[in-house]
């Protein structure tokens, strides 16, 4: 199985702030990356997926970049319903299809 | 708009099994795929496992080798995943989500709808 890693698990940050989140995989999985954001008792939401393309109706100060096995999201300028939990995930080999341990961005 | 519906919260006893629902809406039902991930409380997200809506296919963790079956009832739009033999480490948030790639296609591995999620408590 492909183990992802993200770092740090946890952040603190302010408004307007610029975030960078950090997804190591086991292994290169080229670009079959996928970046989710999750906020308490909601389902995860998709952001971006291939690495760096965002999902239709996702705000552009939401980047995705990397390749192989290292890959981050930014967060340009956050705002405040950004503060939720962000988790990558691989799609490059499954079963299983794995996902990172979660980020959790606070204030 | 796509919807998936989820059936609601369910508590069982250990070496029980349940059975989850989830009720798709707002496109054609047999062209994607539907995966199925869980959350522990305060956990992060666990693959389980995937659903070929049209043919009935499935693949699936091998961690849950022998306890998990999926099926489908293209009739009502309805995909089931049943979980046998529980155990308390089965507690946890079960999601449904489409894989956002038309199955003839391929598949996408990429969730993006989901259903609002079923709690699942095993307790004695």
């Known amino acids: 199985d492909i183990q992802m890693t993200q770092s740090p698990s946890s952040l603190s940050a302010s408004v307007g702030d610029r975030v960078t989140i950090t997804c190591r995989a086991s292994?290169?999985?080229?670009?079959?990356l996928n970046w989710y954001q999750q906020k308490p008792g909601k389902a995860p939401k998709l952001l971006i997926y291939g690495a760096s393309t965002l999902q239709s109706g996702v705000p552009s100060r939401f980047s995705g970049s990397g390749s192989g096995t290292d890959f981050t999201l930014t967060i340009s300028n956050l705002h405040p319903e950004d503060f939720a939990t962000y988790y990558c995930?691989?799609?490059?080999?499954?079963?299983?299809?794995?996902f990172g341990g979660g980020t959790q961005v606070e204030i | 708009q796509v919807q998936l519906v989820q059936s609601g919260a369910e508590v069982k006893k250990p070496g029980a099994s349940v059975k989850v629902s989830c009720k798709a809406s707002?496109?054609?039902?047999?062209?994607?795929?539907i995966h199925w991930v869980r959350q522990a409380p305060g956990q992060g997200l666990e693959w389980m496992g995937i659903i070929n809506s049209s043919g009935g296919s499935t693949s699936h963790a091998q961690k849950f080798q022998g306890r998990i079956t999926m099926t489908r009832d293209t009739s009502t739009s309805t995909v089931y995943m049943e979980l046998s033999s529980l155990r308390s480490e089965d507690t946890a948030v079960y999601y449904c989500?489409?894989?956002?790639?038309?199955?003839?296609?391929?598949?996408?591995?990429?969730?993006?709808?989901w259903g609002q999620g079923t709690l699942v408590t095993v307790s004695s």
């Open positions: 989500a489409r894989d956002m790639v038309r199955s003839v296609v391929g598949r996408g591995d990429t969730f993006d709808y």
């Open positions: 707002g496109y054609t039902f047999s062209d994607y795929y």
């Open positions: 995930q691989q799609t490059y080999n499954a079963p299983p299809l794995t």
């Open positions: 292994q290169s999985i080229s670009g079959y």
